[in-house]
């Protein structure tokens, strides 16, 4: 028996309806297949460079950004033979023969894609034991492959590994993770969150609306990680994974549609309030002295996710018509005070994404000038607040940039769309989640 009697039908990118009828426990991230498909992925698959340590051991810049040992020089054909290195780090990294260890070759033997067995994963208390692992395997396979000594076996480390463990992360190495390490995590179940647009942006190629579902993947598994999706919570993050993040009942396809030519922010709160009035979550209450009509809903969760959908649809509308990330946090801000003004209603994440755009505004491209959307994620200290449903937005808005960003997603995040975004998961989860119904 279903746990919550409300329903959906799920769209794709395209508008083309995927699923239909589908109750919404069955989307939610600890029981959906595809879901917890891209989570597991997330978890335990790395990326190797092995072009960065050929590069690396023959300039001797190893470590980052200005460090350089002069006159160090070791010429490894690492690309060349891949192949051989490959096999030597599945050797070491599986448990048992045939058991769900996979390394795959990207760009010809440039990179690598490694996924660490589950039994690794399961014998571990945090995620970093796939960075680690592999890290240790490439390091020795190297070594082992070209014979060499104790006197420059630390110098094959300093390739691989970067910094580390001089720096807490692997800063300047050649391993290469979707997930920060656990340290940056400023909170607990943040893991998940910490995950920069940039990243979502690359692996979904471009895709706004994949971005925007990717990263509501990550933003709402996160909210189960951190205990925000219990009890009577469960059914709010569930509406706004549903209608936000995957497009129920084609509601974020359908106003981008009918505002994306000609539309504006405003025209969008319109068409959500109209879309809102015809579905029957909300209905013309009391009306005030001045003639104003104050609206009301007897489902604050689910008007809540049509907010949050309109949100996102918005962010679309903007972005894409100026091709700029940098209005994502006026969006954000003023598509929800224009819809409160509307409806006497609670925007987004009952005010909470206003909180977040005003903040985001100021850090990211204001006075202070952090840097661009892009490289936020859900785990920073402006952005975190929204219960997972200012990511998505800030994701779609980075894969319609056409290069406003200081740090756009190709100079942040190339290397997860040649590596992470040949997984399929990955670069179409809203197909992957519909499929793991």
């Known amino acids: 028996m279903a746990k919550f009697k409300d329903t959906i039908d799920l769209y794709d990118d395209e508008g083309k309806l995927l699923k239909s009828n589908v109750t919404i426990d069955r989307i939610s991230p600890v029981v959906n297949k595809g879901a917890l498909q891209v989570i597991d992925l997330t978890k335990r698959t790395v990326a190797v460079n092995l072009q960065g340590i050929e590069d690396a051991l023959k300039t001797g810049k190893v470590g980052g950004k200005s460090n350089q040992i002069l006159g160090r020089s070791m010429n490894c054909s690492i690309v060349k033979d891949s192949d051989a290195i490959s096999a030597k780090i599945k050797d070491m990294i599986q448990v048992t023969a045939g058991d769900d260890t996979k390394i795959t070759k990207v760009g010809g033997g440039k990179m690598l894609l490694v996924e660490i067995p589950t039994a690794r994963m399961n014998a571990a208390a945090t995620y970093d034991v796939a960075s680690t692992n592999v890290a240790a395997a490439t390091t020795y396979a190297v070594v082992d492959q070209y014979k060499v000594d104790m006197f420059d076996g630390s110098y094959i480390k300093a390739a691989v590994w970067g910094t580390y463990p001089q720096t807490m992360d692997m800063q300047g190495g050649n391993v290469i993770s979707i997930m920060s390490i656990p340290q940056n995590n400023e909170g607990l179940g943040y893991a998940l969150r910490n995950i920069p647009a940039n990243h979502a942006v690359m692996m979904t190629h471009r895709n706004a609306v994949q971005a925007a579902t990717l990263m509501s993947t990550f933003e709402q598994a996160g909210q189960w990680e951190m205990g925000n999706a219990v009890g009577p919570f469960e059914r709010a993050q569930l509406l706004l994974f549903a209608y936000q993040g995957l497009n129920a ?118 006075i202070y000038g952090g840097g661009g959307p892009g490289v936020f994620n859900g785990n920073h200290v402006v952005t975190r607040h929204a219960a997972g449903v200012g990511m998505p937005c800030i994701a779609a808005a980075c894969a319609l940039d056409a290069g406003t960003q200081m740090f756009g997603p190709e100079h942040t995040s190339k290397v997860y769309q040649d590596t992470f975004g040949q997984i399929e998961a990955f670069k179409k989860p809203m197909q992957a989640i519909a499929k793991g119904i």
């Open 249 to 366: 009942n084609n509601i974020v396809y359908d106003l981008v549609k009918k505002n994306g030519k000609t539309g504006t922010i405003g025209t969008v709160v319109q068409s959500l309030v109209e879309r809102a009035i015809e579905d029957k979550v909300i209905k013309a209450g009391k009306k005030g002295k001045s003639g104003y009509i104050f609206y009301e809903t007897k489902d604050p969760m689910l008007w809540n996710a049509y907010a949050s959908a309109g949100t996102l649809a918005a962010t679309m509308v903007n972005c894409g018509a100026g091709r700029f990330a940098q209005a994502v946090s006026a969006t954000l801000l003023y598509f929800n005070d224009l819809l409160e003004h509307e409806t006497g209603l609670p925007g987004s994440d009952f005010g909470r994404a206003m909180g977040v755009a005003v903040g985001f505004s100021f850090f990211s491209h204001s």
